[in-house]
């Protein structure tokens, strides 16, 4: 073969090799999206995100439930860090003071169980209804911080008892959703807690009728007016003493409805 034949030859060999090769595709790098950022932070280690993910959560009214509904189902033990001064059932110290969330925050699906129940007005059973502000407050005037927390608090269940009171919990929120979720909206849910008879979903309304930033499509000075005060003022009657006293502040606060007309635009 003359040497044009044989160049030419080898020309062909070498393009026909590269055209049954496997091309050489750098892997993409995913850019998280604001939802899925929004999971990585509510699922994160880190208190400090947790905390403020929750409250875009409850801002997104029915997306964020959606959202949040399908991390029942995990079963991840993810302890907290970065805590500061919060007491919680998985706080190793009491220092006499700080943010009570009565909810065993280092498992997963009841982080998104107490995310749900606070922002829908929800009593599932998620709370661990061990720790009273009480006893805390029994231990600060004794003089008790900066101890263990089991040194202030009840002795936490056992075991098989929470992972039952877990997964009855987490039945019953996804048979709510299920039976709720295509019309549900947050103002209607605020309303119905208000009137549900239950201490713990009254006390929510009230406590975020009050000091909540969050967004509620619907709430205004005007609907307040009209369907919450009348429920509100037949609250400070009612027999739980810390309903009543909730109630009671709130009536005397009607000048603040200012800050709610805006979260609702």
Known sequence: MKKPERLAALLIMS??????????????????????????DLVSNNWQKV?????????????????????????DFVPLTNTSDLIYPGAMTFYGHGRIVDYDL???????????????????????GAIREEDLLQAAIKGKTDV??????????????????????????????????????????????LISGDAKREMEALGWLRHGETKCKG??????????????????????????QQAIHLRGERGQWWRKDENTK
């Open 15 to 40: 393009f026909l090799a590269m055209c049954h090769s496997t091309p050489f595709v750098p892997s993409k790098v995913h850019a998280q999206t604001p939802e899925t950022s929004l999971i990585s």
């Open 219 to 244: 709430l205004n000075s005007e609907s307040y007016e009209r369907d919450l005060l009348p429920i509100v003022k037949k609250l400070v009657s009612a027999q739980d003493e810390g309903v009543a």
């Open 51 to 75: 905390r403020l993910a929750k409250p875009k959560f409850e801002s997104q009214e029915a997306d964020g439930i959606a959202a949040v509904i399908v991390l029942l189902d995990r079963d």
């Open 106 to 128: 280092d498992r997963i699906a009841v982080r998104a169980g107490w995310v749900l129940e606070e922002a829908a007005f929800q009593n599932f059973g998620f709370s661990e």
């Open 148 to 193: 263990p927390l089991k040194d202030v608090v009840p002795a936490k269940r056992d075991e098989a008892s929470r992972a039952d009171r877990i997964n009855k919990a987490r039945n019953r929120a996804k048979a709510w959703w299920s039976a709720a979720g295509k019309d549900w909206s947050r103002y209607a849910a605020l309303k119905d807690a």
